[in-house]
């Protein structure tokens, strides 16, 4: 449960928080060091850098609990680690693609999954706790806002693959559509599923503990 402005600890008294901005940020500095491709590097990182920028700029107004914050850690080293490398050509996704004979790179689609799966429990803490909305109500609030927030990053990333790379190839391998004309239509519909997933199991578990 997020604390109350009265019970924050500060930043330099959470061990948790410290240890996950360091390891992070190196973590961080190293794929920018290592990549092959440093512009696309960059432009995926863009609302990295944007949505770090936010939970800094919160931190002392609305603080997210310690399960939320590892979640949203756990995500944003999945998408750094797509970064580094353009996600159709993820080494862990090229060992999956290898070892269960799929017929395309699926790293992309993972951390699209992810995003819903990970990212919706500090989504729903963020409507019950300062938006004060109900709770049955936030579940619904969450996956919407899911599904609107997927919607919004492929367009984003259309407009940035057509303004930076212009309609060449590398344009289409920054999409990392890999030939498939229904990619967006996908990772769409991936995030919404693990953001159901992931509200329907923070409901069941509510319902567990009432018992």
């Not at 009265?6 to 961080?28: D, E, G, M, N």
């Not at 367009?155 to 930076?164: I, K």
Request: charged share 10%; proline share 3%.
């Amino acid at each position: 449960m997020p604390t109350t402005a009265a019970h924050r600890v500060p930043y330099l008294q959470k061990p948790l928080h410290l240890i996950y901005s360091l390891l992070f940020l190196t973590f961080w500095v190293y794929t920018a060091c290592t990549t092959p491709d440093l512009l696309n590097w960059i432009t995926e990182n863009t609302l990295t850098l944007s949505f770090l920028i936010c939970l800094i700029a919160f931190y002392n107004i609305f603080r997210f609990s310690d399960t939320s914050y590892t979640l949203i850690f756990l995500f944003l080293m999945l998408h750094v680690y797509g970064s580094q490398y353009q996600y159709a050509e993820n080494p862990l996704g090229e060992w999956l693609q290898q070892i269960f004979h799929l017929q395309r790179n699926h790293y992309d689609r993972l951390v699209h999954f992810t995003f819903g799966l990970l990212l919706a429990y500090p989504m729903l803490e963020t409507f019950i706790f300062a938006f004060k909305a109900k709770p049955l109500w936030s579940y619904l609030l969450v996956i919407q806002t899911t599904l609107a927030l997927a919607a919004l990053y492929e367009l984003v990333e259309w407009a940035v693959a057509d303004l930076v790379y212009g309609g060449n190839r590398q344009a289409t391998d920054y999409l990392g559509m890999q030939g498939d004309i229904w990619d967006a239509q996908k990772d769409m519909a991936l995030a919404l599923l693990g953001a159901a997933l992931a509200m329907t199991a923070v409901y069941l578990l509510q319902r567990f503990r009432r018992f």
